[in-house]
């Protein structure tokens, strides 16, 4: 029985020879991990709607292993963060957080609104990129359950996930490059 949810395209993988393994943030279910059967080629009718840091409304079929995007539509493109460099540099930071500290599907409306709220304040020209992203690690530390006040919010997550994240030191440079 085919399913609909909203969500925001934060990831892509190659899968095979044509296919994405695609990482969405949805507002019914969560984190999910969709194939994209056939996005990798060039007269793909979905390919345009499953680009990253969309927002698409997806039609999707359970499937054995992972389930299977068979109509998408684009809500929000977000389309001045596409075209600026530290728009995208700070949208592929919070896609990168999102996807390390949200281990599964568990439908959260805090977290949803807050991953909304910030790609659309990202997409507006004249927003602090700087404030957003502190909001937003914050934010989501809180609501992950790890408290609303962190001395260095970053040290906090990397010591959460004992890892580095690899774009905000990307982010950091480009922040460096405004001062």
Not at 124 to 131: C, G, L, P, Q, R
Request: charged share 25%; glycine share 6%; with cysteine.
């Amino acid at each position: 029985m085919l399913y609909k949810t909203q969500g925001i395209i934060i990831k892509k993988s190659n899968l095979g020879e044509f296919d994405h393994l695609i990482t969405i943030y949805t507002k019914e279910f969560g984190k999910i991990l969709l194939k994209g059967k056939s996005t990798r080629k060039n007269q793909a009718k979905l390919k345009g709607h499953l680009e990253l840091f969309l927002n698409s409304c997806l039609m999707v079929a359970p499937a054995r292993g992972f389930d299977i995007i068979t109509g998408a539509e684009t809500v929000r493109s977000f389309s001045y963060l596409h075209n600026d460099l530290l728009s995208l540099s700070a949208s592929f930071y919070l896609s990168e957080l999102i996807d390390k500290l949200i281990p599964e599907p568990e439908k959260d409306d805090q977290i949803w609104d807050l991953i909304l709220y910030s790609f659309q304040a990202i997409n507006n020209k004249n927003s602090d990129t700087k404030i957003i992203v502190n909001n937003f690690e914050s934010k989501l530390l809180e609501f992950l359950g790890y408290g609303s006040k962190q001395e260095n919010n970053l040290d906090s997550i990397q010591s959460i996930l004992n890892e580095k994240i690899n774009s905000k030191y990307f982010l950091q440079k480009e922040f460096d490059l405004l001062i």
